[in-house]
């Protein structure tokens, strides 16, 4: 591509439809980490986790301080930033179980759902996705039959990081992490115990960036590495460089260094290509991280799967040299933003009639102004009989864990300690109400994790709206 900064400067203070209109279209290099703690990245003060590659990113870009995905779980947050849509509102609140567990093998992200990734190749990108999926194992719902050119890693919840690993059979008897990955479909059986699957992954994304940059149209890269997720295993050179820690922190380092220095090869692969100065590069995990296994989610409060701020609240970054301004957001966005903000930026054309709970972000942001003032974003978490719900406006949280309404002012209590429901009743019960009606298309879940998940649903009555919203 040819460069774009001469055409894009003076359309910065233009609206992001006539930014995207009249401009080039930008690459998009999306990295998506899985189940990173909030404070493990050195841009959001991690003190023993060298990120130096990210950090350089950061720096040189918009730290998002208030950045929060859909779901403090895995699969539901990865279809709701796919989709633009809570998951809830078409049957996705839960993971998808293993593939070898035999149960709900013929489920995955409804049909009727166009991904962001069939939007952008609608409009002319190359697209491509390296690592985790986990929307779907049938072959309806394979990426590549949703808008990725190029699909290089794993259809399930996680693999492990060192081969060697196995093909599977029809009846899928072979646990899903220890499954060969695949190149669009075949099956990569050159893997072996000395293969690392953060360097794999990086080295596909390096070679698409390489060819994508020969050919006179723009990409759409999304990185989804499956590190730190468990099972937790490093490289000794990667060990060796926590000598001062111990334990689980000690391997989830090292597997967050080696996740940043992939990073760095993808950043010397599009500055060697000629396509750094034309990619915006957005950094962020899918959900928090899990405290039981190395994580650190600090000043934030709870773990991956909670409805606290620790859960659904992540480190986040916008990179693109000379465009987006070096500094930092502190208002709330959403991974559901995505959607509509790629789509304006690319000028593609969303379909008719796609509904969509995100918010087309890019101008308000480079004004340093909030998207959705006033706007609620809203996390729902089903657990055995009864729900947690978080829920924020502004810088207010609403939080209901295990049956009980609380109050936060998250500019004043980050970690929220302070229960302010006492002193503001209106204020809960106005937030309460919004964030029951904004529940209020929520349909019954296509699949849970478990079939003994499904029957606990069952039993139990749930989700019980009536009795989650009521404030006692």
């Given at each position: 591509?040819?460069?774009?900064?001469?055409?894009?400067?003076?359309?910065?203070?233009?609206?992001?439809?006539?930014?995207?209109?009249?401009?080039?279209?930008?690459?998009?290099?999306?990295?998506?980490?899985?189940?990173?703690?909030?404070?493990?990245?050195?841009?959001?003060?991690?003190?023993?986790?060298?990120?130096?590659?990210?950090?350089?990113?950061?720096?040189?870009?918009?730290v998002?301080?208030s950045?929060?995905?859909?779901?403090?779980?895995?699969?539901?947050?990865?279809?709701?930033?796919?989709?633009?849509?809570?998951?809830?509102?078409?049957?996705?609140?839960?993971?998808?179980?293993?593939?070898?567990?035999?149960?709900?093998?013929?489920?995955?992200?409804?049909?009727g759902?166009?991904?962001?990734?069939?939007?952008?190749?609608?409009?002319?990108?190359?697209?491509?996705?390296?690592?985790?999926?986990?929307?779907?194992?049938?072959?309806?719902?394979?990426?590549?039959?949703?808008?990725?050119d190029?699909?290089?890693?794993?259809?399930?919840?996680?693999?492990?990081?060192?081969?060697?690993?196995?093909?599977?059979?029809?009846?899928?008897?072979?646990?899903?992490?220890?499954?060969?990955?695949e190149?669009?479909?075949?099956?990569?059986?050159?893997?072996?115990?000395?293969?690392?699957?953060?360097?794999?992954?990086?080295?596909?994304?390096?070679?698409?960036?390489?060819?994508?940059?020969?050919?006179?149209?723009p990409?759409?890269?999304?990185?989804?590495?499956?590190?730190?997720?468990?099972?937790?295993?490093?490289?000794?050179?990667?060990?060796?460089?926590?000598?001062?820690?111990?334990?689980?922190?000690?391997?989830?380092?090292?597997?967050?260094?080696?996740?940043?220095?992939?990073?760095?090869?993808?950043?010397?692969?599009?500055?060697?290509?000629?396509?750094?100065?034309?990619?915006?590069?957005?950094?962020?995990?899918?959900?928090?991280?899990?405290?039981?296994?190395?994580?650190?989610?600090?000043?934030?409060?709870?773990?991956?799967?909670?409805?606290?701020?620790?859960?659904?609240?992540?480190?986040?970054?916008?990179?693109?040299?000379?465009?987006?301004?070096?500094?930092?957001?502190?208002?709330?966005?959403?991974?559901?933003?995505?959607?509509?903000?790629?789509?304006?930026?690319?000028?593609?054309q969303?379909?008719?009639?796609?509904?969509?709970?995100?918010?087309?972000?890019w101008?308000?942001?480079?004004?340093?102004?909030?998207?959705?003032?006033?706007?609620?974003?809203?996390?729902?978490?089903?657990?055995?009989?009864?729900?947690?719900?978080?829920?924020?406006?502004?810088?207010?949280?609403?939080?209901?864990?295990?049956?009980?309404?609380?109050?936060?002012?998250?500019?004043?209590?980050?970690?929220?300690?302070?229960?302010?429901?006492?002193?503001?009743?209106?204020?809960?019960?106005?937030?309460?109400?919004?964030?029951?009606?904004?529940?209020?298309?929520?349909?019954?879940?296509?699949?849970?994790?478990?079939r003994?998940?499904?029957?606990?649903?069952?039993?139990?009555?749930m989700?019980?709206?009536?009795?989650?919203?009521?404030?006692k």
């Amino acid at each position: 591509m040819k460069p774009l900064l001469a055409t894009l400067l003076p359309l910065l203070a233009f609206p992001a439809v006539l930014f995207a209109a009249d401009a080039k279209k930008p690459n998009i290099l999306l990295i998506l980490a899985d189940d990173l703690g909030y404070a493990d990245v050195g841009f959001n003060g991690s003190k023993d986790i060298k990120t130096p590659e990210m950090d350089a990113l950061a720096e040189g870009g918009t730290v998002f301080s208030s950045a929060y995905v859909v779901h403090p779980f895995c699969g539901p947050s990865r279809m709701g930033l796919f989709s633009g849509r809570y998951p809830h509102e078409f049957g996705g609140p839960f993971n998808l179980p293993d593939y070898s567990s035999g149960d709900y093998r013929d489920q995955g992200i409804p049909a009727g759902e166009t991904l962001i990734s069939t939007v952008l190749k609608d409009a002319g990108y190359q697209t491509g996705l390296m690592g985790k999926w986990h929307l779907g194992h049938a072959p309806q719902f394979h990426p590549n039959k949703h808008g990725f050119d190029e699909f290089y890693g794993f259809l399930g919840g996680g693999i492990l990081f060192f081969g060697p690993y196995q093909e599977n059979n029809a009846r899928g008897s072979v646990w899903d992490y220890k499954v060969c990955p695949e190149h669009n479909g075949v099956n990569d059986t050159s893997l072996t115990a000395a293969d690392y699957m953060t360097d794999v992954l990086t080295d596909k994304g390096v070679a698409f960036i390489q060819n994508a940059s020969k050919k006179d149209a723009p990409f759409f890269l999304m990185m989804s590495y499956n590190a730190p997720h468990t099972v937790l295993a490093a490289k000794d050179e990667d060990l060796a460089l926590y000598p001062d820690l111990t334990g689980k922190r000690k391997v989830y380092a090292a597997m967050v260094h080696s996740m940043d220095a992939g990073i760095g090869r993808l950043v010397d692969a599009l500055k060697s290509s000629g396509e750094y100065e034309d990619t915006l590069i957005v950094f962020l995990s899918d959900n928090g991280g899990r405290t039981d296994e190395g994580a650190d989610n600090s000043p934030l409060r709870g773990a991956k799967g909670d409805t606290t701020e620790a859960g659904s609240r992540v480190p986040m970054f916008f990179h693109w040299p000379e465009v987006v301004k070096p500094g930092r957001y502190d208002h709330p966005v959403s991974a559901l933003d995505f959607y509509p903000t790629f789509a304006a930026l690319a000028g593609a054309q969303v379909p008719a009639g796609k509904d969509l709970d995100g918010t087309d972000i890019w101008s308000a942001f480079q004004a340093g102004e909030s998207a959705r003032k006033g706007g609620m974003l809203y996390f729902v978490r089903y657990r055995n009989g009864y729900t947690d719900v978080g829920a924020r406006i502004d810088d207010w949280k609403i939080t209901r864990e295990r049956n009980q309404w609380k109050l936060y002012n998250l500019k004043d209590d980050l970690g929220e300690a302070k229960d302010l429901a006492p002193q503001n009743p209106e204020r809960l019960q106005e937030m309460v109400a919004k964030a029951r009606s904004m529940c209020s298309n929520h349909v019954k879940p296509l699949w849970f994790d478990s079939r003994q998940a499904e029957q606990n649903w069952n039993s139990t009555h749930m989700p019980n709206y009536d009795k989650t919203f009521q404030v006692k």
